[in-house]
């Protein structure tokens, strides 16, 4: 079976890869020339475990190719499957103008029966805008192609989407006739062997799926980071009352832990995105516009605990950061609270130097010099007046605290995602401040 994807971007890369370790011919396309020849060359634009190995092999294999040109693999493939990026507009909305671009290249140049698949994340109503830009041009050509739209969106969490996709909870596909139900099916029959997963709607109904699944973890997120706030107001612990309330099978335990606030490519986007749709027509997404709002000052809470600590002035502190990425295993910073907690200290005064094992050089790229950047967690430290810790990190759960203590120039720990046992740290010496505590 033979299918190209349009876009090598995070979700486009993995997607690609995984159909061709199960043995379909896959083209990856984007018109960024210089990501496709360092693809071609083996140098992978994103950070995720495993996926440089399953590219290097496939790509070996033959079954994993690379090109910046569609047009030159339309007549090759069944299934063209959509992957750009679909940021958000200035008004929050979801800026399809790549996706209907894609839908453009391929009514101007089909020749045979093709599938196009959304695996963006894209609006209800998207698909429709797509096939009708794709039949527009084929009127133009005064061709009569017959061609199928369907919707798979994507539900990868970072540092663990090779897995996802191999091991689906769900594949939700969308499709408007039984041809196109036909070929999905085939093409992921291979990760549908011990069970079968796929749940088949009609189009609306899957590009919805996503943004809902989105908006609820993020709903779920938001929730927690307000009971944790209220729960130091009132001397309550939140890790017992999360225990407690993750306990009740209703509910359950998952997205559950108090933090410094969500961030990442998915949920600030796809909650923005939701609520400008309803807003659109009408109706307005109260609790989602509760939940951003809750998640833009969650963002802060780290630096609000500093700057009660130190009475108002940070000016000239030195301030250690251990976290860049939104979550751990990514180099992803896009929307993370350490980008927030780090302009806030600047606009304080204070002086930041930050430490992650993979997310620096993105850092970098971001933000460029406006910090420091530290070699491992104990250079971070050195002479430091404060800790943030904003990524939960496996390498940070364990540091050597009386190292620390005669390091630092003064012992104060905010921990932005409750990885360490307070008391530990309180008889270690420190001042220990966390979410809900």
Known sequence: MNIAI???????????TCFSEMGVNVTCVDIQKDKIENLKKGIIPIYEPGLEELVHRNYRAGRLNFTTDLISCLDDV??????????????????????????????????????????????????????????????????????DIASNPEFLKEGDAINDFMKPDRVVVGVESDRSKSI????????????????????????????????????????????????????????????????????????????????????????????????????????????????????????????????????????????????????????????????????????????????IDESKRRIGDKIEYASDIYDATLDADALIVVTEWKEFRLPNWSVLKKTMNTPVVLDGRNIFDRVVIVNSGFVYYGIGF
Request: with cysteine; hydrophobic share 40%.
């Open 6 to 16: 349009m876009g090598t971007g995070y979700v486009g890369l993995v997607t690609g």
């Open 78 to 147: 069944e299934v063209v499957f959509s992957a750009v990026g679909t940021p958000p507009d200035e008004d929050g909305s979801a800026d399809l103008r790549y996706v209907l671009d894609v839908a453009r290249t391929i009514g101007r140049n089909i020749n045979k029966y093709v599938l196009v698949v959304t695996k963006s994340t894209v609006p209800v109503g998207t698909a429709q805008k797509v096939k009708a830009v794709i039949q527009e041009e084929l009127d133009k050509r005064g061709v009569d192609i017959e061609f």
């Open 184 to 359: 999905m099916e085939k093409l992921y029959k291979p990760f549908m062997m011990n069970n079968y997963r796929m749940i088949f709607t009609d189009i609306p109904s899957a590009e919805m799926i996503k943004y809902a699944a989105n908006a609820m973890l993020a709903t779920r997120i938001s929730f927690m980071n307000d009971i944790a706030n209220l729960c130091e107001l009132v001397g309550a612990d939140v890790n017992m009352v999360r225990k407690g309330i993750g306990s009740d099978s209703r509910i359950g335990s998952k997205f559950l832990y108090p933090g410094a606030g969500y961030g990442g490519s998915c949920f600030p986007k796809d909650v923005k995105a939701l609520i400008k749709t309803a807003d659109k027509i009408g109706y307005s997404m109260n609790v989602l516009k509760a939940v951003e709002e809750v998640n833009d000052n969650q963002k802060k809470v780290l630096f609000n605990k500093l700057i009660k600590h130190f009475n108002g002035d940070i000016k000239n502190k030195r301030i250690a950061l251990w976290g860049l990425s939104f979550k751990p295993e990514t180099d992803d910073m896009r929307e993370a609270p350490s980008l927030v907690i780090i302009d806030e200290i600047l606009k304080a005064g204070g002086n930041v130097k930050a430490y992650d094992p993979i997310a």
